[in-house]
């Protein structure tokens, strides 16, 4: 339930525990969602765009993921429970994702990044089903998105930064009942 609006933003109430039994569930069902994981910079940005902000109320789960946003609804005299950041979220869901078999698409970073990422993947969670995966420098979006439409991998992990990995998801996650989140950096994280 999306309850705390700080900055203009609705937040989703959940702390990370519960986003993550969440989206286990959602999983399992093969519901359709879209998770915005939105920092100070998102906040700030959207703002200033409506057609960005639009975007970020149509997503099913808008996690606070920066301390000031915490700080922020705590002055307002409504709460969140606690910074839920993108990254930890990915691991918890590639965690997820190795102990269930779970399939996913990594979309996003320079391809030498994504290629380092995807062999640490390979190797931390050997039993995830990699259902694709492209570096997130293109032009034609057509062989990606039907790439992710044939396989309907169960998440879809799209680091483009923002604005545009939002965009891209709010365009396309109708095409394939997956768990579709942007996650900004992560995978140059992982990359090490
Ligand atoms: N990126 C991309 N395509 C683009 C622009 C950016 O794949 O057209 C990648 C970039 O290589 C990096 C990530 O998106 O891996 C952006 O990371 P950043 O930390 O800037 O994202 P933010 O956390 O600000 O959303």
Same mark, same amino acid.
């Given at each position: 339930p999306k ?8 937040? *989703? ?5 519960? !986003?993550?039994?969440?989206? $286990? ?8 969602r ?5 920092n ?5 940005? =959207?703002? +200033?765009n409506p057609?960005y902000?639009?975007i970020?109320e149509s997503?099913?789960? *808008?996690?606070?993921?920066?301390i000031?946003?915490?700080?922020? =609804?705590k002055i ?10 993108g990254?930890d979220?990915? !691991?918890s869901?590639l *965690?997820f994702a190795?102990?269930?078999k ?6 996003? =970073?320079?391809?030498? *990044?994504l ?23 293109f032009?034609? +979006? ?5 790439e992710? $439409?044939?396989?309907?991998? +169960? &998440? ?5 930064g &923002?604005p ?16 579709w ?6 995978? +140059?994280?992982?990359a090490?």
């Open positions: 309850e705390i609006n700080v900055l203009g933003i609705n937040f *989703t109430n959940i702390n990370n525990k519960e !986003l993550i039994s969440q989206l $286990k569930i959602d999983s399992h069902n093969h519901s359709n879209f998770i915005v994981t939105a100070p910079e998102i906040v700030l940005y =959207a703002r +200033d057609k902000l639009s970020i997503a099913d789960y *808008t996690i606070a993921d920066g000031g946003i915490i700080k922020g =609804a307002l005299n409504t709460p969140l429970p606690e910074r839920v950041t990254f979220t990915l !691991l869901l *965690t190795n102990e269930n779970k399939s996913i698409y990594f979309l996003g =970073a320079k391809s030498e *990044t290629d380092k990422a995807i062999k640490k993947i390979k190797n931390d969670y050997p039993n995830l089903e990699i259902a694709g995966y492209h570096d997130g420098y032009t034609d +979006d057509s062989d990606i998105v039907t992710i $439409k044939h396989n309907k991998p +169960d &998440f879809v992990f799209v680091a483009l &923002f545009k990995q939002e965009f891209f998801i709010s365009k396309y996650h109708n095409l394939s009942p997956s768990i989140m942007g996650v900004g950096g992560s995978f +140059d994280v992982l090490g």
